[in-house]
């Protein structure tokens, strides 16, 4: 009975053996990867064939006032966002403390600049001297506002403290994340609550920040664009400056797209080594608990 048994078993395997492997056939996929490829084709037909001057591109690209208006929008970013970093971790921190007033003003900050649209809070920074004449210590120091909230200030003060109020939440995530039994030991030897957020949660916190920062890092290079309304000479605003006279609006505005995908990429590039650099380690801590677990089972 058992001889006979194998005897089948080795029939049916012999017979499997013998049968041909088909791979599965993906039409969906070939045919959405034809129309990705025909649509890319037409695009690149149309830039190929339209009233475009490529020599005006390549002109410009290096013009002294395009290559001007790039460095007052990496500027920018770097001013703005090292503000809106530094009021984000203020404000998360008072978010998060347990007085009712520091807290109460947190709420308010973060509800203000993220219920208003960014070209309003650039409008009102910008107009600011009317309703504020003079800014300055009363009978002291003074200086007329419109004197010192120029085109470069009110930009600066809107981009950065409307980033703040969004990198606050980040930032409060980011602490939230960290396991609570690392404040406790920190408490049990002494540590104070800023000693402890400083040496303690925020290291810590930083795999969790770093993304979503790096992030608004690059979303800040385009924001600056909106700064033309109120005339600061970021980028955008210098090739709208040169369209109005020559008329080569396409060229000037390909001009501009390629600087900024020049500096988002290399922004994107330092976000992927920034996040490696943080992470470091957690791979291996993750290995070296999932040893642990199996050998205990």
Known sequence: MTSA???GIGRD?????GLKLVPRRYYGRWVA???IILVLAWIIKAFAEGQIDWKVVGQFFTAPAILSGLVNTIIMTVCAMALGIALGVIFAIMYMSPNPVLRGVALFYIWFFRGTPLLLQLLLWFNLALVFPTIGIPGVIEWRTIDVIGPFMATLLGLGMNQGAYTAEVVRGGILSVDVGQTEAAKSIGMTRLTTLRRIVLPQAMRVIIPPVGNEVISMVKLTSI???IQFSEILRNAQT?????ARVIELLIVAAGWYLIVVTLLQIGQFFLERHFSKGRGGRRAKAQVAEEAGA
């Open 5 to 7: 048994v194998g005897i």
């Open 13 to 17: 395997l012999a017979g499997i053996a």
């Open 33 to 35: 990867a034809a129309l």
């Open 227 to 229: 700064a033309s309304v």
């Open 242 to 246: 040169i369209y109005y006279a020559n």
